[in-house]
């Protein structure tokens, strides 16, 4: 069920994060998987979004994240990174930013928004996030919950959140 608190706060975040890097005249490339969209959609409901948002991505089966990441799964459990993971939210964020030269940030989530959870054994509610630029950041967060849009959008403020702290503790250039 939508709580319109969560939203509200979804744009807050956009707004904030916008605002920042408006300000460090700086752009961000971002993928998600089981936040759905959401992350995006409150960055682009940001006034201006086109001079700080350059595109994004929903990498949410096997064959988008190969399409659009250019990661291979397969490979990647070979080195002994899963998705649904911190090293994998890691890279996934450096992997899209590095992809678009100029850009300055990478914004990622992953996980399992339930109602059951993944293949990797983490449960609905568990997903990882991560920032990469001249700062960078990872975080898990696990909500206990089965509701699949509820995960969602606590997974999008969570993954905004994150951005927003890691920009305030950024250098400016």
């Keep these: 069920m939508t709580d319109p608190r969560v939203m509200d706060e979804l744009l807050i975040l956009g707004a904030r994060a916008g605002a920042l890097l408006t300000a460090r005249n700086e752009k961000l490339v971002v993928a998600e998987t089981s936040a759905g969209g959401l992350i995006s959609a409150a960055l682009l409901a940001v006034p201006g979004a086109s001079h700080f948002y350059v595109g994004g991505a929903i990498t949410y089966s096997r064959d988008s994240i190969r399409a659009l990441g250019g990661l291979d799964l397969k490979d990647l459990r070979a080195q002994g990174i899963r998705s649904s993971s911190e090293p994998y939210a890691a890279l ?4 899209l930013r590095e992809k678009h030269p100029g ?3 990478g ?3 992953t ?3 339930g109602p059951a959870g ?4 983490d449960p609905a509610g568990h997903t990882c996030m991560a920032v990469d630029g001249p700062v960078c950041a990872v975080r898990t967060l696990r909500t206990g919950r089965s509701d699949r849009f509820a995960n969602m959008q606590e997974f999008a403020a969570a993954s905004l959140a994150l951005l927003v702290e ?3 503790a950024a ?3």
């Design 92 to 95: 996934l964020a450096r992997t």
């Design 103 to 105: 850009i300055t940030w």
């Design 107 to 109: 914004l990622s989530e």
């Design 111 to 113: 996980g399992a928004a």
């Design 118 to 121: 993944n293949p990797y054994g």
């Design 166 to 168: 890691t920009l305030e």
């Design 171 to 173: 250098p400016s250039v």
